[in-house]
């Protein structure tokens, strides 16, 4: 075993780190990395891939011809067989087209920037923190595993199955994205689903032949009136009808309409209820409109992050090294959009997530991140790490790291 640091002397060397941290971030920022941009995605990845260039650690690219590249590392401990590795998640693509929203402003301790909060700061933390482990010799004996995909603003649908494969069996997942007010950590996140309705029926003339005509429009539209009832607040089931596209003039009986429908729901079994309802509906709404046909697809895009006992005691752990780098450590309140964390969760990886640094405003043209908070955030980590190697040290025999 390489010698062990005083978890004081870890403390120091992050400490010095934190100009590091704001430098790191800002350079990703300045970069666009709209999920579309797939050149600005890859060039973010590759300034990635220099930061995170440690000699313990190796990286795998995991191309995608739809996106951009994911990004996973592991440490010279996580590529052992049979080893469960400790999962740190984040993402590289922000929300931003070119020219909408660019560039780094500091202001009254605050850092505007796209991405600056969600959630390339967090990136820099975890890399940060890799950084004092490695210069320390103790990141080659701690199993870990890096992924930073490259669409999880469009819901992940390239790296989900990625996702799944590198963090099937591993000890836990820990998700850096935006830091909550207050500390606050995400244990509990609503699932997420989209189906696109797509009807047919046949065009005719609305004067002269109106009777030959088959309104895909009225059958979209009863639809829509059967499946927006299905919300239920008391359950935390939504549904929304976002968009709706059909016709082509006034004159015209219209032979295609569609309608998106968004879904969100607290737990699997209300998500396998809600399709089933949807397609149900899409049955019966066809049938009211003789001669039109509805397809459905799509459906659950990410499962629900639900509360386990694994995770309860992940939170615990996590809490108190937040605790001890004089953060908050409270719970979230359950919050609406998905993320990676529910996915890994889906897979039976006790998760938690926003453990990134403070800020607000995410996917608006205000997001900001405090820069003080960076330091104290990068530290929760690091005590989390520590601990658990001296775990892993004592059971085989090892030396501690003094706490």
């Known amino acids: 075993m390489a010698a062990v640091d005083h978890f004081p002397e870890l403390l120091l ?5 934190e100009h590091e941290m704001w430098r790191l971030t800002r350079e990703w920022v300045e970069v666009n990395s709209f999920t579309e941009n797939i050149a600005g995605v890859n060039r973010v990845g590759e300034l990635l891939k220099d930061a995170f260039a440690f000699p313990s650690v190796e990286l795998e690219v995991k191309k995608s011809d739809r996106v951009g590249n994911h990004l ?10 049979g080893v469960s590795p400790i999962v740190l998640v984040g993402h590289h693509d922000t929300v931003f087209p070119p020219g909408h929203f660019e560039g780094w402003c500091e202001e009254g301790g605050r850092a505007f920037g796209p991405g600056a909060l969600d959630m390339k700061g967090g990136l820099a933390i975890v890399r940060t923190v890799l950084s004092v482990l490695d210069e320390a010799n103790l990141l080659a004996d701690l199993p870990v595993l890096v992924i930073s995909v490259a669409d999880e603003e469009i819901g992940s649908p390239d790296s989900a199955p990625v996702l799944r494969e590198v963090a099937k069996g ?11 007010a207050g500390d606050l950590i995400v244990t509990r996140r609503r699932g997420t689903g989209l189906i696109r309705a797509c009807a047919t029926g046949r065009a005719a003339h609305a004067g002269n032949a109106h009777e030959e005509g088959r ?3 009225w059958a979209v539209a009863k639809l829509i009136d059967a499946v927006q009832p299905l919300t239920d607040y008391g359950r935390g089931v939504t549904v929304n009808v976002g968009v709706v596209r059909g016709g082509t003039s006034k004159n015209t009986v219209p032979e295609s309409a569609s309608c998106e429908i968004d879904l969100r729901f607290n737990s699997t079994d209300d998500a396998k209820a809600l399709v089933d309802a949807i397609h149900l509906a899409a049955q019966r709404a066809e049938q009211g409109v003789s001669g039109t046909r509805i397809r459905l697809e799509g459906g659950i895009t990410r499962p629900p992050l639900e509360k386990t006992k694994e995770q309860a005691a992940l939170f615990s752990e996590y809490a108190a090294c937040q605790r001890a780098a004089t953060l908050g450590d409270g719970e979230a309140p359950l919050v609406g959009g998905g993320s990676d964390a529910n996915t890994v969760a889906a897979i039976g990886v006790p998760a938690i997530d926003g453990l990134g640094p403070r800020g607000a405003g995410f996917h608006t043209t205000t997001e900001y991140v405090e820069l003080a908070s960076f330091l104290p955030k990068a530290e929760a980590l690091l005590r989390f790490l520590a601990g658990r190697l001296r775990f892993q040290w004592n059971v085989v025999g090892g030396r501690e790291i003094q706490a």
């Open 72 to 81: 996973v590392w592991r440490t010279q401990a996580a590529r052992q067989e």
């Open 170 to 180: 591993a000890q836990c997942a820990l998700v850096f994205e935006s830091g909550r």
């Open 13 to 17: 060397s992050l400490q010095r780190r």
């Open 215 to 217: 309104n895909a429009i």
